[in-house]
């Protein structure tokens, strides 16, 4: 996979009054997952729907190379940047099959004509989140870890070099936690750039090749898992007191309680 | 695939159904002619079956598939849009609203019954309504919304015509008004499918181009921007092509509810749910609603005719009361 560093700088969105990102200056590189960390409100989701070209930065600008995201084309930046929002909303009874061939869409491509490529996308997908066999189910009538395999693998099926994951894992049980985040570091480490957001800081400490930590819409700390997430700015962050090791593969994070505001 | 098979055998077997359906329509009338002299007569000069077949059953039945067809596709390209099965030019008001600016034009005489100022007022009228409630209920809005949106502007649509009826200053029109808004396909020429059959088509061809949008819609509005579909342009096409469909159809038709809402849900499980795949079956479905409607109110021993759009709704009205009563659990969840 031949992959495009991703780069924000001075990186500003307002969405109505509100400045939810403001001055940010990042750069994703192919070959590493990056997970992004922060309290509710911190500006997660925007940085990832701006990365992906959804949302007008108010100053600064995304590039993909060396071409702006917000200049490209919808089907050229479509089949650039995968992108798989938090909600997870699948409104009608797709059979899975249907819903992941809704991945190739970028290339013109639809349920009933695919090009060889695409099947084998969308075959390569299913197995990736181990959902071969559930093809005919209705996407529907799934239960929510299934489903949010499904939606993943509609991202993967695009086969972009860039994936943005916002909160992967967080309808799935700890086995299927551990599958997806294996093949977001796989994606990574074979030269996609990976930008995947999650809550579970130990989880991310164990998959993570870089940590991002945001908080009122700027970028705190970003590197290593072990250096970002310290017991100091844990309790400067998320305003708790957490119990933090180190052991082979990661960290253990353990929140003891809430400290007080102020 | 074989849902492919599937759609295919289905578009030929509602085609099917229309010719038969069509047949009927030039056969069944207060002269009943034979299916096959209706036939010969349409094609070759067979004296006064000819005159009644051509001139009074064709433009008829031509304005049966063209409206039902509109009504159809404009019912499965809004569910598709708002990824909501209750949604329908009829549940926003849109007949009511087209009927405003139909009623507005013809009785303080801007403009005769077969001016294309007509159909264009009755447009306009539908454009406003459709864009209103797509504006309140659709980017985040929910069932409850949406339906209550579409009542609030549908009544206020109804009572504004009324109160134009009112202040008519002609007693007759006021009883052929009446009459004109319960819907009728009853002594249309071939005039007025000329006069509706350009925006008819269009509205058509609009919706059709819509269909890889409306299946990455399923995803909702983000992830479908993400594949490359440019939302906000899908949102204006649709409103503004039902909107020709609904205003040209009242324009022509009077109002006929319900055939829009209803053709998506029976299609839709023969295409595995597929948004795209939904539209043609959904414009054949309607077409053939509407004929069997139009063949009905002919069939049904009555003084006058029974207006089809008050047979539309009679049949439609419980069916979308199903629907609610399918999606109760939601529609709870939704006040809550």
């Known amino acids: 996979m031949t992959s495009l560093v991703l780069a924000a700088r001075d990186l500003g969105v307002r969405l109505g009054r509100r400045e939810v990102l403001r001055g940010l200056d990042v750069a994703f590189r192919p070959g590493r997952l990056t997970i992004v960390v922060g309290p509710n409100g911190a500006g997660k989701t925007t940085l990832l729907r701006t990365l992906a070209g959804l949302v007008s930065p108010s100053s600064g600008n995304v590039t993909h190379g060396d071409a702006p995201v917000q200049a490209m084309a919808r089907s050229d930046r479509a089949r650039a940047i995968a992108y798989l929002p938090q909600n997870g909303e699948v409104s009608w009874p797709l059979p899975v099959r249907a819903l992941v061939a809704l991945g190739r869409l970028p290339y013109g491509e639809a349920p009933e004509r695919l090009t060889p490529a695409g099947r084998a996308a969308i075959e390569q997908a299913l197995a990736q989140v181990g959902l071969l066999g559930f093809e005919d189910r209705p996407a529907t009538e799934l239960s929510g870890g299934e489903r949010g395999r499904a939606l993943l693998a509609r991202a993967l099926a695009t086969k972009a070099p860039v994936l943005l994951a916002d909160e992967p894992v967080a309808a799935l049980d700890p086995r299927h936690q551990l599958l997806v985040l294996e093949v977001l570091r796989g994606l990574a480490h074979a030269g996609g750039v990976v930008v995947a957001v999650m809550h579970d800081l130990s989880l991310a400490s164990r998959f993570a090749d870089r940590i991002l930590l945001m908080t009122g819409g700027r970028i705190v700390a970003e590197g290593a898992p072990a250096d970002v997430l310290t017991a100091e700015r844990l309790e400067a962050v998320f305003g708790i007191e957490a119990a933090v090791s180190s052991e082979a593969g990661g960290l253990t994070i353990t929140p003891r309680r809430a400290l007080p505001v102020g | ?336």
């Open chain 2, 1 to 336: 695939m074989p849902l492919d098979a599937g759609a295919g055998r289905l578009v030929a077997c509602l085609g099917v159904l229309i010719a038969a359906l069509a047949l009927a329509s030039l056969a069944i009338g207060p002269a009943p002619i034979p299916p096959w002299l209706a036939a010969k007569a349409l094609v070759s000069d067979q004296g006064s079956a000819s005159i009644i077949v051509r001139e009074i059953r064709l433009p008829r039945m031509l304005l049966a598939i063209l409206i039902g067809g509109t009504l159809g596709i404009t019912g499965a390209a809004l569910q598709g849009l708002l990824r909501n099965p209750l949604a329908d030019a009829s549940v926003f008001g849109a007949p009511q609203a087209a009927a405003l600016g139909a009623v507005l034009v013809l009785y303080f005489g801007f403009a005769g019954a077969l001016s294309f100022v007509l159909p264009l007022a009755a447009i306009l009228g539908a454009l406003i309504s459709i864009g209103l409630v797509v504006a309140i209920a659709g980017r985040e809005g929910g069932t409850v919304v949406l339906v209550l949106a579409g009542l609030a502007i549908g009544s206020l649509a109804g009572a504004a015509t009324s109160l134009a009826i009112s202040l008519s200053p002609n007693p007759f029109a006021i009883t052929e008004i009446v009459f004109w808004l319960l819907g009728s396909l009853e002594d249309r020429s071939m005039a007025h499918v000329v006069l509706s059959a350009p925006f008819l088509v269009l509205a058509c061809a609009l919706l059709l181009g819509t269909g890889p949008a409306l299946r990455a819609l399923t995803l909702g509005e983000e992830a479908a921007a993400s594949l490359g579909v440019n939302v906000g342009r899908t949102r204006l096409v649709v409103v503004a092509a039902s909107a020709l469909g609904a205003g040209a159809s009242v324009a022509v038709a009077g109002a006929i509810g319900f055939v829009g809402l209803i053709a998506p849900h029976l299609v839709r499980p023969l295409v595995a749910h597929d948004p795209a795949r939904t539209l043609v079956p959904s414009a054949l479905a309607g077409a053939a609603l509407l004929l069997a409607a139009d063949c009905a109110v002919r069939l049904i021993p009555s003084g006058v005719e029974v207006r089809i759009g008050v047979l539309t709704a009679l049949l439609g009205v419980p069916v979308f009361l199903w629907i609610i009563a399918r999606r109760r659990g939601e529609l709870v969840g939704a006040v809550a």
